[in-house]
C-alpha cells in the first residue's frame, strides 16, 4: 500500500516562500508520475505542477516562473519550492502519485493521495 505524507505548510506573508515536502513510502517512487494540486474552500481541486519519471515537469500557467517542483528518489520524496506566495494561493495542497500513463493535470489519473498540508498567504 502506498502512503504519501505532505508536510511543510504553514501562514506566510505574500511575496513570502514555502517548501513543501511529500514523503512516499510502500511502493517503487521512482517509478510513479507525481503532481501537486491544490483545493481552495468552496472550489475544486485544481493542478499545481507535475513531474514525471524522467523529471520532466509542467506547471499551471498562474505558478509559472513562482514554484519548483522536483524529485529525489533516493530519499523517495517529491518537493514543491513556492517563491513569490499571492493570497489566492491560500489552499489545501495534495501530492498525488501513479505508476499508469495519462494527463498529468487531471486528478483522476492518480490513484495515491495525501491527506494534504495547508498553506496560508496572508496579504
Known amino acids: 500500500q502506498v502512503q504519501l505524507v505532505e508536510s511543510g505548510g504553514g501562514l506566510v506573508q505574500a511575496g513570502g516562500s514555502l517548501r513543501l515536502s511529500c514523503a512516499a513510502s510502500?511502493?517503487?517512487?521512482?517509478?510513479?508520475?507525481m503532481g501537486w494540486f491544490r483545493q481552495a474552500p468552496g472550489k475544486e481541486r485544481e493542478f499545481v505542477c507535475f513531474?514525471?519519471?524522467?523529471?520532466?515537469?509542467y506547471y499551471t500557467d498562474s505558478v509559472k516562473g513562482r514554484f519548483t517542483i522536483s524529485r529525489d528518489n533516493a530519499k523517495n520524496t517529491m518537493y514543491l519550492q513556492m517563491n513569490s506566495l499571492k493570497p489566492e494561493y491560500t489552499a489545501e495542497y495534495y501530492c498525488?502519485?501513479?505508476?499508469?500513463?495519462?494527463?498529468?493535470?487531471?486528478?483522476?489519473?492518480?490513484?495515491?493521495w495525501g491527506q494534504g498540508t495547508q498553506v496560508t498567504v496572508s496579504s
Open positions: 498525488a502519485g501513479s505508476d499508469s500513463s495519462g494527463p498529468s493535470s487531471s486528478p483522476y489519473t492518480y490513484d495515491y
Open positions: 510502500g511502493g517503487t517512487f521512482s517509478g510513479y508520475k
Open positions: 513531474i514525471s519519471t524522467s523529471n520532466g515537469v
